[in-house]
């Protein structure tokens, strides 16, 4: 306990700490961020109504607007949807797949996008230019417009019945397969860097395999942007799967996103049920928003230029 109490105590007394707190933009953002996870964790056992159990819905609770207008319902504080959802159940539970989705992306992302920029910047040589080559075919396209044609060929090549299984699988590949040049060029800048560094150089002479030198002494030193990446990437990873979801090429109805309420509450915008649409779509650009200024704050904070 006395060593826990002394790294928390470091902790709180350190220089990113005394940023953050310092900081109410970065605050906020972080609360925000914290009220989501935890709805969006918590949705099945906290969310006022299962709005995807059949045999709770009632028909007659459709197209109701939120609880503070005339005709509203306390009961439904955001109003219902043309199947009678609540609109706040959906909202929390359609968070948490977009979150599991963004997470699951920039995880697979991550993964990939270091391991080809520490074998790129540490090898060089043909390998290196063969990999930057891909990395800049990929990046003269938009991320949506790769994902989409990942999802078609995925969509194209497995059989029919097996789409609506494994959408979200394919959308976390989609999703990882057109952000992952981020990782490998940061990566690959900072590896030629370390590589030619005394430490790396003492790992070749006593014999270390190169996969070991990269493992255990390249790739802690080039976290640091890549954390900066991961959290900024996250918000773009939500934002891209509710693009996709929106387009109709997403999660399937069955299992709903952000992008997929915002889809379906579209089609009654101009009938006058705005709430269908309008909620949603402020909890999405809310989320995505807050991820971006923790993004910011901790791009600034790992800066030692700025210190």
Do not use: C
Not at 158 to 177: E, F, T
Not at 199 to 217: D, K, N, S, T
Not at 267 to 285: C, D, K, Q, R
């Amino acid at each position: 306990m006395t060593a826990l109490a002394a790294k928390l105590r470091s902790a709180l007394d350190s220089d990113l700490f005394f940023s953050f707190r310092h900081s109410p933009a970065t605050v906020a953002a972080a609360v925000t961020v914290l009220v989501f996870l935890l709805g969006a964790g918590l949705a099945p056992w906290i969310a006022p109504h299962n709005t995807y159990e059949v045999v709770t819905l009632n028909l007659s609770d459709a197209f109701l607007p939120p609880a503070w207008t005339e005709s509203g319902k306390a009961s439904f504080l955001l109003g219902t949807d043309d199947q009678g959802r609540d609109v706040l159940s959906t909202i929390m539970l359609g968070a948490r797949v977009s979150l599991m989705v963004g997470f699951a992306a920039v995880l697979f992302a991550a993964t990939l996008g270091i391991t080809l920029g520490l074998v790129s910047g540490y090898v060089g040589g043909l390998v290196d230019a063969a990999i930057m080559r891909v990395a800049d075919v990929m990046l003269s396209f938009p991320a949506v417009l790769i994902a989409l044609l990942i999802d078609g060929i995925a969509r194209g090549v497995l059989p029919r019945d097996l789409h609506s299984r494994i959408s979200i699988y394919v959308l976390i590949a989609a999703i990882g397969l057109s952000t992952w040049v981020q990782y490998a060029r940061t990566v690959r800048a900072t590896t030629m860097v370390e590589k030619s560094k005394e430490y790396v150089m003492a790992a070749r002479v006593i014999g270390l395999h190169p996969a070991l030198i990269m493992l255990r002494h390249v790739l802690p030193n080039v976290l640091g942007p890549v954390l900066v990446i991961a959290t900024i990437g996250l918000a773009i990873a939500v934002l891209t799967e509710a693009t996709l979801s929106f387009l109709g090429v997403g999660v399937p109805p069955t299992q709903p996103s952000l992008g997929t309420l915002i889809r379906v509450g579209n089609n009654f915008l101009y009938s006058g049920e705005w709430w269908m649409t309008i909620f949603p779509a402020l909890a999405l650009v809310v989320l995505v928003l807050s991820v971006n200024l923790l993004g910011d704050w901790l791009r600034d904070a790992l800066n030692p230029k700025l210190r």
